[in-house]
């Protein structure tokens, strides 16, 4: 087969392996707390530098996979090694190489227990999130899916607060059984497909309706729970809440997004029938998502399960994007996958830098926090002003273009017309600025008068620090989107090729075909 990669070079397995390697050599060879926070930081950094040359030298020109690696793995079962990135899958592993490198630095102060431990689990973690959006090999695919739940299950159940246990097993029982169901629906393609594993070949085949719609379902559970969408979005306001700072920081910036690309590398383009099918009942969710969780989110006391419920609602646009079919709406809700990787693991940072203080997250117990922490007030409306998708930040830029693809589209099994559609979900940028900036009235503004209050103190350099790449990336991805517009631009348009191109002549002319090969051979 022919492999396109221009740097000649493993640089996906490098990606994937080089966090792997620095964690087994500061399990085995560093001692002491602050060498190991040190070495941590140093493979996650030459991490994000190792990434960095897949967005530098990527062609935008071509939807081919890029930087593709191929060797057979269990030959016996056609099973192959198989990496490779397209404009989707590309940002996300920049970002999550990102994020890491922040999540390092942001434990430097209030991680003080297993250390050593605490730093390994992220480094493993970012193994496996790196190896879910490179993999091109179904079995490589769910074992990096399964595999990045050990890490988080110890990074949650471990570091995380009083009611953890009862949170970790929630998180890690809800995503086992979504992906059991996905490991069923992909044996079966398996089998169906001529035995192979291959994530392109499955692409190519013309699954019938009934086999589409049986894997669409099984595959929904599985996404769906990740993403997570009403009614499976009940683990992470709980997962959030317990989970440590750089914990929530990951959950919000990279797991969520494995659900909803899950929906872009799969359902879409393996199942194009079966995702125009449940066009409607995709787009039901997506709604109740958007609306009825920002009603929940301006219930909550608590700064982390606001926050959290306020991603439930942002991956609703996301998710009603995905299931547009139009070029505008797939890649605004790329877009907004990418921005959320920014604004809500900055608002979750806010929340863990006023935490380090007073070791509250009640809304109640803040006050007047502007009198005694200005600078950190100022980088807190920032984020919060992103969160709204105010004009000028990389929010704005993905649900604009939500909308406008929102109104362009034409589903074929959808009655009631998508302006309604964009209508009712546009409520979530008068909702989302209800509950944000409430949020951020309550505990930032007004007089100082509680006396914990006044004893806070402004950001270090250190937590300013970790802000600023947040702040540079919002503000350049709404300003100036194009650069990852061309990113997106030729592997979105073939992904919609895909999901608009029917299968269903091609699996009849399959089956019309088959009797005249039986008699062939006999």
């Not at 890649?331 to 604004?343: C, D, K, L, Q, T």
């Amino acid at each position: 087969m022919e492999l396109h990669n221009v740097l000649d070079f493993p640089i996906l397995s490098l990606s994937i392996f080089l966090p792997l390697a620095g964690a087994l050599v500061i399990w085995l060879f560093v001692k002491g707390d602050d060498a190991v926070k040190w070495a941590s930081l140093a493979v996650s950094i030459a991490t994000f530098v190792v990434t960095l040359p897949l967005a530098l030298v990527f062609d935008t020109t071509t939807a081919h996979m890029q930087f593709e690696e191929f060797q057979p793995w269990i030959s016996s079962f056609n099973i192959n090694y198989h990496l490779g990135v397209d404009g989707i899958s590309m940002p996300f592993i920049v970002l999550t190489s990102l994020l890491t490198v922040i999540c390092v630095i942001s434990a430097w102060r209030c991680i003080e227990k297993r250390v050593k431990e605490y730093m390994i689990a992220f480094l493993v973690l970012e193994t496996t999130l790196i190896g879910v959006f490179s993999a091109l090999d179904a079995v490589l695919f769910y074992f990096f899916w399964e595999a990045l739940l050990i890490p988080m299950y110890l990074i949650i159940g471990i570091w995380g607060g009083k009611n953890r246990v009862y949170a970790t097993l929630k998180f890690f029982l809800y995503t086992l059984a979504g992906s059991v169901l996905m490991l069923i629906a992909l044996l079966a393609m398996y089998f169906e497909a001529g035995k192979t594993f291959s994530l392109l070949a499955f692409m190519d085949y013309p699954f019938n309706l009934e086999w589409q719609i049986w894997i669409f379902i099984a595959f929904f559970i599985a996404f769906a729970v990740k993403v997570p969408m009403w009614p499976v979005h009940t683990w992470l306001p709980d997962a959030h809440t317990e989970a440590p700072t750089a914990g929530s920081v990951i959950l919000a910036g990279i797991l969520l997004k494995m659900g909803a690309y899950g929906f872009l590398r799969f359902s879409l383009p393996m199942l194009p029938d079966a995702s125009q099918y449940f066009v409607p009942f995709m787009v039901a969710l997506s709604l109740v998502a958007i609306v009825y969780i920002s009603f929940v989110a301006m219930m909550q006391t608590d700064m982390k399960r606001l926050i959290a419920y306020s991603s439930i609602a942002h991956m609703g646009f996301v998710t009603l994007g995905t299931f547009m079919f139009t070029q505008a709406a797939v890649e605004g809700a790329v877009i907004g996958m990418i921005s959320h990787g920014f604004v809500a693991a900055a608002l979750f940072l806010c929340v863990g830098v006023m935490y380090d203080r007073l070791h509250t997250r009640e809304i109640g117990d803040y006050g007047g926090v502007v009198n005694v922490m200005p600078v950190f007030a100022a980088v807190m409306l920032f984020f919060c002003m992103a969160n709204v998708a105010l004009p000028g930040a990389s929010a704005f830029v993905g649900e604009i273009m939500v909308l406008i693809g929102t109104f362009e589209a034409n589903p074929v099994y959808m009655d009631v017309s998508t302006k309604w559609v964009a209508i009712a979900a546009t409520t979530s940028v008068v909702l989302s600025a209800c509950y944000t900036l409430w949020m951020y009235k309550r505990v930032v503004m007004g007089d100082l008068v509680k006396d914990s209050v006044k004893s806070m103190k402004d950001m270090t350099a250190r937590e300013f620090g970790f802000f600023v790449p947040l702040m540079l990336l919002t503000l350049w991805m709404g300003l100036y989107p194009v650069p990852v517009l061309d990113l997106l631009h030729v592997s979105v348009e073939h992904l919609i090729a895909q999901a608009t191109t029917s299968k269903l002549d091609a699996a009849a002319a399959l089956v019309q075909a088959m009797p005249v090969v039986d008699a062939a051979h006999h």
